[in-house]
């Protein structure tokens, strides 16, 4: 699920259709004027009077708070582009692809590669000469072309744009590598490893494709506004609008990087207790109660109550708190609370034999009988044939697994917060719903299919009525209307589903060279429901900003239509969840070039561009850290810098579902699993309820979405980070933005991009030169700030012995 990190004030209004104001186009600075236009994105007035805009309607959000103006002469394609669109391209992907392996999965900032680029691009156009001319003796030596080219002068908004679509497009970690990673360290290594890549090139490029063909409902419409692209466009605007007050902020942003970047260096390498500092733990080392519940600064150690945190790498992990919204924080913060009772209650009232089995862990477990203490992660090789299938009778004489309470909390919530979210969205956003699907209303659907339309080979609209016709659409985003206005061609289809078909065609062939045992009609189906979710869920996360997890609803139908395939599962779910989240992405992405007004045509090269980069360098990253790291990938706990629980889960979750008539089904061990696809119908009705009789909208505050996400957060992973993340988020989310809105504006998110950049780039540095990520290990010797893990967790908890 993304977050919404809108940085407006928007009124309860739900209406997201235009209003009824009409805007025309002034041709002398090709801008879109009207009476609601201000002079800048935002408006304010003095501090104790607080922030005066408000935004009500889709059309308002895109024309008050980004300008609705464009200069179609800007250079866009320059050396620069291409120079540091490439290297953010590549340092983001190798980032986010060691994240994938940290005991808490974390998330490259976009606003951080975005002022990084500035900061770069800026220094670029400083440092290289635009033109020499050098007298030697008599020699005498001019060049204007080629620097020129390298430097055609001031860093503009646009080629920033670029190189932060570029990146934004690179910097993800697919879940090809996921798949390949899991085939490695459990089914004996994988066939081929030009299959491999080109796995994970398909699986991020048949994404974009699908996204190209569904531009006219995902992208165009002005109520596809696209909320996390908001801030990004909004620093983009704001640092071209006044170079000098630029440089001013850009001080700040300096001091702040470089403090937090020489900071993380103690929690992450010298004075590892600073991850997460327990008093609890402190005062009694030797209770493994104290452990479950107030431990959390190792991997799958524990619940991390109270819990204080100097680590930013932990206390920011998924949403920084300084731009996570309030309502989100409170939704997050009632969901923790849940987690808490739930981990807890489960585990402790022995649910699901929980208690015969760890606390935490992804792994799959034998039971030497119910209620023994004594277990064995579950071998499944026992259970397969030779094609990495399972077989049924030896199923029956190993037996059925076991997954622990804390893992079956998190497949529970998730699975029953994704139907809550559907009918939360209908209870509560009915109306943007209707608007956001009136392309499938019948009476459109035979408009799309007339003979007229199907006809689509002859030439029925002239340029110029195509354009008119699109001025005159009351649904289309200002921003893509001013484009057509200044003539940018735009990408054909035909392009985006030559991507589709050809990434379609070398991914079929990629899995028969990889045994994956998906058959060619598994995989087609798969491309289908990407389609479907695509749609559904990409239109909701244009108009929300959530992003919904569909992994486990697309393991569960690979499980029921692959019965006994694990692999065929893994891939599935790369071609169906990866290819669906990307896609959400790269139309994330493409509204944000639409904001930015980047030619159409060069923002389709720089994300096929960013989206190759990137799957080339997660494949690499991902060979190289599962080579080196393939022990403490593969154990319960991991350690502080190295961690499998992402393949652990993904591939536990794949041989469960293998097994679903026996797992999971009604009737199964596990059926509540299941089951609560169903209840999920239900939890939205009570707050709805209260709402009608009440008339008080607050109940629409409570967001079941991510409550429920957040009540099965904790099964994994470092936890120690919560206690600090509330803390900061009411800090700056409630006091500062209500009493402070200047100070909020303004610095909110150069503070957040450089405590997330100072903080990035020292991991980075850290994993490579001193934990291992270039083979070999260089560990700071053990003190009391830095303990030994086989004595003492990283927080002074008890270790677990089921964990050693």
Known sequence: MASNDLDVQITESHDVSPTPETKEVDPKNNTFTSDN????????????????????????????????????????????????????????????????????????????????????????????PTKIDWRIGGLHITDGGLLRYLNPGPFNSKEHAAITIMASAAAQSALATEALAAQYLFYGGYPSKGAGIFIVLTSQLLGFGITGLLRDVLVFPTKMIWPMTIPVSSLLETIHRDRKETKRKMRIWYAVFLAVF???????????????????????QHNLFFTNFFGGATGNEGLGVLNISFDWNYIAPFFNPLWYPLQSTVNTLIGIIGCYALLIGLYYGNIWEAKSLPFMSQDLFNLT?????????????????????????????????????????????????????????????????????SWASPSQILKDFSLQRLQFWRNQETPEERLQRKQDDSTLDPHYKLMMRNKYAEVPLWWWALVLVVCWAVGLGCLYSMKSTLPWWGFLVSTIFTFIFVLFFGAQMGMTGFQFNQQPICQMLAGYMFPGRPLANFYFTCFTFNATQQAQLLAKDLRL????????????????????????????????????????????????????????????????????????????????????????????????????????????????????????????????????????????????????PRFFVEWNYLISAALDGGTQIMVFILTFAVAGGSGTAHPFPTWAGNPDLSLHNTDYCMVNPANQ
């Open 593 to 740: 070039a639409q904001y930015s007004h980047l030619p159409p045509r060069i923002t389709f090269a720089v994300q096929i561009a960013g989206c190759i980069v990137g799957g080339l360098m997660n494949w690499v990253i991902m060979d190289t850290v599962v080579a080196a790291q393939e022990p403490l990938l593969v154990s319960i706990q991991g350690s502080s810098i190295w961690s499998g629980q992402n393949i652990q889960q993904f591939n536990s979750l794949a041989i469960a579902w293998s097994i679903a008539p026996k797992l999971f089904s009604i009737g199964a061990r596990y059926e509540w699993v299941t089951i609560v696809f169903l209840l999920g119908f239900l939890v939205p009705v009570p707050a709805y309820i209260m709402y009608k009789i009440t008339g008080n909208r607050l109940w629409g505050y409570l967001n079941p979405s991510i409550i429920l996400w957040f009540m099965g957060n904790l099964f994994v992973g470092i936890n120690s980070g919560f206690t600090t993340f509330f803390i900061v988020a009411f800090v700056f989310q409630w006091y500062i933005r209500k009493y402070h």
């Open 262 to 284: 020489i900071w993380e260096l103690f929690p992450e390498y010298i004075f590892t207790t600073l991850i997460g500092i327990s008093v609890f733990c402190l005062a009694d």
């Open 369 to 437: 009988n119910a209620n023994s203490t004594t277990y064995n992660i579950y071998n499944q090789s026992l259970i397969l044939n030779d094609n990495f299938e399972i077989d049924n009778a030896k199923l029956e004489a190993e037996g059925i697994p076991y997954l622990t309470a804390t893992y079956l909390a998190y497949l529970l919530t998730t699975n029953m917060g994704m139907t809550a979210t559907i009918v939360y969205m209908f209870l509560w956003n009915r109306d943007d719903l209707k608007a956001a699907w």
């Open 37 to 128: 236009d201000v002079e800048h994105g935002l408006k304010f007035e003095p501090e104790e009077e607080g922030v005066t805009t408000v935004v009500e309607t889709a059309n308002d959000l895109v024309t008050k708070v980004i300008h609705v103006q464009d200069d179609p002469n800007m250079s866009v394609v320059t050396f620069r582009v291409i120079f540091l669109g490439l290297g953010l391209s590549i340092f983001g992907s190798v980032l986010q692809e060691i994240f994938y392996f940290k005991p808490q999965t974390i998330f490259v900032s976009l606003v951080f590669l975005t002022v990084w680029a500035y900061i770069l691009g800026d220094l670029m156009a400083v440092l290289i």
